[in-house]
């Protein structure tokens, strides 16, 4: 089992990242709300942080679910972003639905901080996401799609790599239409 942040507790964070609690995956939370992560940790164990980067620090996974390209430069970014936090070699795998745009410029910014940067936005809306039956569209590195692919697995039915950075969000453009 990995130790796994997930950053963003709303109505698809919260079920994804109680997900791979029960798959005895560690988990430390974050959100904006703080009584949002921990209400997540008293029904689910596991441990609330109060920044980003501090939520990131030692994870092997950070897994990411926020509303819209600000909010996830914002989670990223910064002296408090969780990019500060990661330990090289470690994963972001980003599950917001945000603009190619956005995700190849973040996968530039994982790069300079070391770690790997996976888009994977994902279809199935909120059923979806507090059954575990998500369709998760990724984009990146090979080498990390592999290592994050099976903790994606604990709320995906499917989870596939369609190219490099940006085809996860490309594919979930088209999915849209």
Request: aromatic share 6%.
């Amino acid at each position: 089992m990995a130790k796994v942040t997930f950053l963003g507790l709303g109505v698809m964070g919260h079920p994804m990242a109680g997900h791979l609690a029960a798959k005895g995956h560690e988990v430390t939370v974050y959100n904006r709300t703080r009584s949002k992560a921990d209400a997540w940790v008293a029904e689910h164990g596991g441990q609330a942080a109060a920044t980003p980067r501090e939520a990131a620090e030692g994870a092997e996974f950070v897994m990411c679910c926020v509303g819209n390209d600000d909010d996830l430069r914002a989670v990223c970014l910064g002296a408090d972003g969780a990019f500060a936090g990661m330990t090289r070699g470690a994963i972001f795998v980003d599950h917001t639905t945000v603009s190619a745009a956005v995700t190849r410029e973040l996968h530039a910014a994982a790069d300079e901080s070391q770690v790997s940067f996976v888009d994977a936005p994902v279809s199935g809306g909120q059923a979806g996401a507090e059954n575990g039956q998500l369709v998760v569209m990724c984009g990146g590195d090979e080498g990390a799609y592999a290592r994050a692919e099976p903790v994606i697995e604990s709320y995906a039915k499917l989870c596939k790599r369609l190219g490099e950075s940006g085809a996860g969000q490309l594919t979930k453009m088209v999915n849209q239409i």
